[in-house]
């Protein structure tokens, strides 16, 4: 099994590494303290979890929002001059660590941390991916999916004592099951994982760039 599994990862690292290599290589430098988060996030697509990958995306963005605004606060300001750096860092804590991600966004707006699109497309995904993955609101990560799923219900024991014996198999009428099913919109939450994740990570992951810009004009 261990080496059946190991086989499988090369295999993927083989296959994704050349589409996620630039984020690997790239050098961060107000957001250097999420470079860890971020190689987590990309392992995680590399070896297609896609759902793991999501969970750990609403995390970088919240705490990217948070802490373009302490870097903006603490700008220029670094362990040469320590008391004056522990004194502005835990006043930037006491302004923004306790922000939810609505009040956060607004605020890197009026900083100019980030433009209108961007404030408008972080609202998106805080709506459609953050907040239904972060709080498992199932009806909201699949709302697109069809409200049943149809298909033939049968007992796979009976199924291969036909096959057996040579006899033919049954057609049954199809039978609808809500998405809401447990294991169906389990399903549904895995297929539409695989269709955002990479695409939520790489959009995050710019507007994180195009802060790291700002922040570079203001010094």
């Known amino acids: 099994m261990k080496e059946q599994i190991k086989s499988e990862y090369l295999k993927l690292i083989e296959s994704n590494y050349s589409n996620l290599s630039e984020y690997f290589k790239d050098n961060l430098y107000h957001f250097s303290a999420l470079t860890s988060l971020r190689n987590e996030i990309l392992q995680c697509l590399l070896l297609k979890l896609y759902q793991s990958s999501i969970f750990a995306t ?9 802490l373009a605004l302490i870097n903006k606060h603490t700008i220029n300001l670094n362990y040469s001059n320590l008391n004056l750096y522990n004194e502005k860092t835990k006043e ?10 609505n009040e956060s966004l607004k605020l890197a707006k009026q900083e100019n941390l980030i433009n209108d699109r961007e404030l408008e497309n972080l609202k998106d995904f805080k709506n459609k991916i953050r907040n239904p993955y972060s709080h498992a609101e199932i009806k909201k990560i699949i709302d697109k999916a069809p409200q049943n799923f149809k298909g033939y219900m049968f007992n796979i024991d009976e199924i291969k004592e036909s096959l057996k014996k040579g006899e033919t198999i049954e057609i049954r009428e199809k039978k609808e099951i809500t998405k809401f099913s447990s294991s ?4 549904y939450q895995e297929k539409f994982s695989v269709a955002i994740a990479e695409y939520y990570f790489k959009e995050v992951y710019e507007i994180l760039k195009n802060i790291e810009n700002r922040l570079n004009q203001i010094k």
């Open 184 to 187: 169906i919109s389990q399903f």
């Open 58 to 66: 609403n995390h970088f963005l919240e705490r990217m929002i948070k």
């Open 92 to 101: 930037a804590i006491i302004l923004y660590d306790n922000l939810n991600l």
